[in-house]
């Protein structure tokens, strides 16, 4: 058995206006309302970005796991493997959508954040032959104009 652990995703057809669509989602609505989007601490937080393509590249690539393949009980990180900050990423809408505007550093804490989230995509590759496709650069410029549901 494989469980997919899917880090910080992003991509078309994300839910808008709430706190659990995940970070990406919460800058592109600010942004697409022409609100600066609030990056909390001062930015420099570590996170995987993984595009959905790649999530669901990676369920197809469980879901073909051969039962010769399947040896007891495996957890995977879904992750491009490339992490980013949050200042990052809400620079990267801000900039996509014309640089008009800049992300909003607080300075303000949360309790119970993580400062550094990274995953390793090694044992994903190892066991189901997944490698995430879509660099995160380019995923956020393209994800600063799709669709939100």
Partial sequence: MVALRYHNVYGPGMPRDTPYSGVAAIFRSAVEKGKPPKV????????????????????????????????????????????????????????????????AITGHYRSGDVRHIVADPARAARVLGFRAAVDPGEGLREFAFAPLR
């Fill in 40 to 103: 909390f601490e001062d930015g420099g937080q570590m996170r995987d970005f993984v595009h959905v393509d790649d999530v669901a590249a990676a369920n197809l690539a469980a879901v073909h796991l051969g039962e010769a393949d399947r040896d007891g009980f495996t957890a995977v990180n879904v992750c491009s493997g490339r992490p980013i900050s949050i200042l990052q990423v809400a620079t990267a809408i801000c900039d996509a959508r014309g640089g008009s505007m800049s992300p």
